[in-house]
């Protein structure tokens, strides 16, 4: 990140003030943001990098598929903001069911939590979306470009036909993944088919064309060219992770005890025989790592946990001869008490994460039953302001509401409305409406009830209505009757 003000500042040493015996006070330049250095990630190979990528083809087929995927003649999960309708497979939410997308929320922050105590930024190195995409932007560009030093090479060479071509290739497939992405993210919330057959007719919208550019933009920025610097500067996890670890969370850990002092020596020579440690101080753990981290320093905020610099040195102890686990995930405690791997794995069962892992089933399940019993049938009831209480034939007296029925389910409902709490009352509307799958309609409705009856006044009474193919499907509102 460059300085606004050119990256530096000047600095005053303030030794004396005007002349000493050693002459005037010294200018001193000082810079206050170091300008960045471009990382060049080593490709590496082995088990935690198969990992990473299993879950890279494993969310981009959620994240890609999903909206292709079908439902009853409808897309699978679709979030129609112009209809106001969310469709998640087989359920149908409105505005009103705010409070599912809460707990959803809920949900997901205590289970970010929970990971994080357990096994520190597993989520960052393997399947935050910034750390998926820059590893799908990284394997375009070392295809076209090839490895580290080649790449390294180019960026250093003078401009010419050839870098332009190659960084032109390289930067195309970047932009058309990015706009694939944004395409599929406003696939999203509109028909992902029907967004299709405009993009393909330049016939777009401009919130669809904003939005398709806006999210592919951040994807090609993000992952093509920030990079590590989301990960260090840009996002809050990094900056209180701190506050969910503890001595037993589990965090890639480089083994200063067994690799220090460290040094390079031939491969011929015994371990421990040149009095040096098992770090060969090849520097192959820094260089494959996306943030440009040197993980035998300790424990940094940049580290995401992705795992590369502990298949890099498996493979480099492994051509020594030496044990794997120089760097290996590890704990505070197991490191400095020397645990094993199943005297570290008991402390995963800890007041932290019982905290944590109690409230989360908590909500989990209060979300479970809560969907279990949601009755697909909502109703509102609002009283016309036009006619308060009126006496019609017979003397009966008449209050007239608007009742508005949510159908939430994909099939039509024909229901019955009844009124109840007071003595004769009745609903002397058509007390049968039919009501369309996943649609809201609002009828008038009249109740009376007999001459004194009951005394003047306003009085409490309840509306059920009650669908006639299924009476499991019932919902009871309040209202208020008033009598002159």
């Known amino acids: 990140m460059n300085d606004p003000l050119g990256g530096q500042a000047i600095a005053r040493d303030l030794e004396g003030k005007g002349r000493t015996a050693a002459g005037p006070a010294k200018e001193v330049e000082q810079a206050l943001y170091a300008v960045r250095k471009k990382i060049y990630p080593r490709t590496v190979h082995g088990r935690f990098d198969r990992w990473r990528w299993g879950l890279v083809w494993l969310t981009q087929l959620v994240f890609y598929g999903l909206p292709w995927l079908g439902w009853n003649e409808r897309q699978a999960v679709l979030f129609d903001l112009a209809a106001r309708k969310f469709y998640i497979f087989g359920f149908v939410f409105w505005p009103q069911d705010f409070i599912y ?6 949900i997901a922050a205590l289970t970010l939590f929970l990971v994080t105590a357990v096994g520190g930024r597993l989520w960052c190195g393997y399947a935050c979306p910034q750390t998926v995409y820059t590893e799908i932007f990284m394997w375009i560009e070392r295809k076209i470009e090839g490895g580290r030093a080649q790449r390294m090479l180019l960026d250093e060479a003078p401009m010419s036909a050839r870098k332009l071509a190659i960084k032109a290739a390289k930067h195309g497939a970047w932009i058309a993944v990015a706009l694939w992405t944004g395409f599929t993210f406003v696939g999203y919330f509109m028909p992902i088919t029907a967004l299709l057959g405009e993009v393909a007719s330049l016939a777009t919208g401009p919130w669809e064309t904003f939005w398709i550019l806006f999210y592919g933009f951040a994807t090609y920025g993000n992952a093509g060219w920030m ?14 992770q701190s506050a969910m670890f503890d001595r037993d969370t589990m965090i890639v850990t480089y083994d ?6 460290r040094g390079p020596r031939s491969r011929k020579i015994a371990r421990g025989a040149a009095a040096l440690g098992d770090c060969v101080n090849c520097g192959l753990c820094v260089q494959v790592c996306p943030t440009g981290i040197d993980i035998r320093d300790g424990l940094q905020y940049e580290c995401i946990g992705c795992a590369a610099c502990i298949d890099a040195c498996d493979q480099v102890m492994g051509k020594f001869g030496y044990p ?6 590890s704990t505070e405690n197991a490191l400095a008490q020397g645990w094993s791997f199943r005297q570290m794995v008991r402390r995963v069962l800890r007041a932290r994460t019982l905290i944590y892992g109690a409230v ?3 909500v989990m399940a209060v979300l479970a039953g809560a969907l279990y019993l949601r009755v697909p049938l909502k109703v509102d009831i609002v009283r016309d302001r036009a006619t308060l209480a009126r006496e019609v034939e017979g003397g009966r007296i008449e209050n007239v509401y608007r009742i508005q029925l949510m159908n939430t389910q994909e099939m039509p409902h024909r229901f019955r409305i009844a009124a109840s709490g007071l003595p004769g009352i009745g609903v002397a509307s058509e007390p049968e ?13 009249r109740v009376q009830i007999d001459p004194g009856a009951t005394a003047k006044g306003s009085h409490r009474i309840e509306v059920e209505v009650k669908a006639i193919d299924d009476e499991r499907i019932v919902a009871r509102e309040q209202a208020v009757f008033l009598v002159r």
């Open 360 to 362: 989360l089933l908590g």
């Open 101 to 106: 997308l809460t707990a959803l929320l809920i």
């Open 227 to 240: 990079r590590e610097q989301v990960c260090k500067y840009m996002c809050p996890y990094a900056r209180f």
């Open 433 to 445: 409406v039919e009501v369309p799958a996943a649609t809201t309609r609002q009828v008038p409705l």
């Open 256 to 261: 200063a005890a067994r690799g220090e002092p």
């Open 324 to 329: 794997a686990g120089l760097i290996r995930y």
